[in-house]
């Protein structure tokens, strides 16, 4: 089966392919493209509560990815603590986008506002916590009302089959919410002090935003470079955008 998919993707690399029928393909000449970036955009990301395997690009409903590496030497948590299996609900549904691109620089800004998002993954915590021994795993799900992420993709041309391409050097993000509510299941035994901890985190969201951040906001920003990049590998710049040479 893993061999299977890396000869899909394989194919898929070496194979130059149209924008998707159901996807907007914008006229960089005309003086309202960003306005038709951002309409387009939000539609295609509409359309991924199914993957769209031909094009590289995974169901974002949910959206899925193992784990997000920490800055070095950076934790939130003094003692063992690791998260895995990331899934991110309601990516889909999107109340706003303003998406821009600049030829000149190469770079394309993407702002989407969500109504909600819920993040659930896995955590396995070992050590202790002031005085109190931590041996426990379970569920953290985290709802986050109201976000907004802004993603600025840093792109280069390249010449693959005499065609010109785009990839993704580099890619920066940032995250704004109007609340955040946190819980972890199982983290204490006693249920009375387990409630307590998970309504004092939600109660100090924006510090806990703010060391994510600070720690894990790189290695997911990184996790949408590749999504994007992985698309851009199969579609030519001319198929991209229309008024392209």
Known sequence: MKLLLLLVIWVNTCTSLTLPSTFTKCDKRKPDFNECLSKAVQNAISQLSKPMEKYNLPSFEPFKFASLTPKSGQQIWSSSITFKNYRIYGRTKINSSKVNMNF??????????????????????????????????????????????????????????????????????????????????????????????????????????????????????????????????????????????
């Open 104 to 245: 000149e620089d190469n770079t394309l800004r993407v702002e989407l506002s969500n109504p909600e998002l819920r993040y659930e993954f896995d955590y396995q915590a070992k050590g202790k916590m002031l005085i109190l021994p931590l041996d426990a795993a379970g569920l953290v799900t985290v709802i986050s009302k109201n976000p907004t992420y802004t993603i600025k993709f840093t792109l280069e041309e390249y010449l693959k089959n005499n065609k010109k391409y785009l990839r993704v050097s580099s890619t920066n993000m940032m995250i704004k919410a109007e609340s955040i509510a946190i819980n972890y299941e199982n983290l204490f035994e006693d249920k009375v002090l387990n409630d307590a901890f998970n309504r004092e985190l939600s109660k100090n969201w924006k510090l806990i935003h703010a060391n994510f951040d600070a720690i894990y906001m790189e290695s997911y920003a990184k996790v949408y470079g590749d999504v994007f990049n992985n698309f851009l590998q199969v579609v030519p710049l001319m198929d991209l955008f229309a008024g392209i040479q």
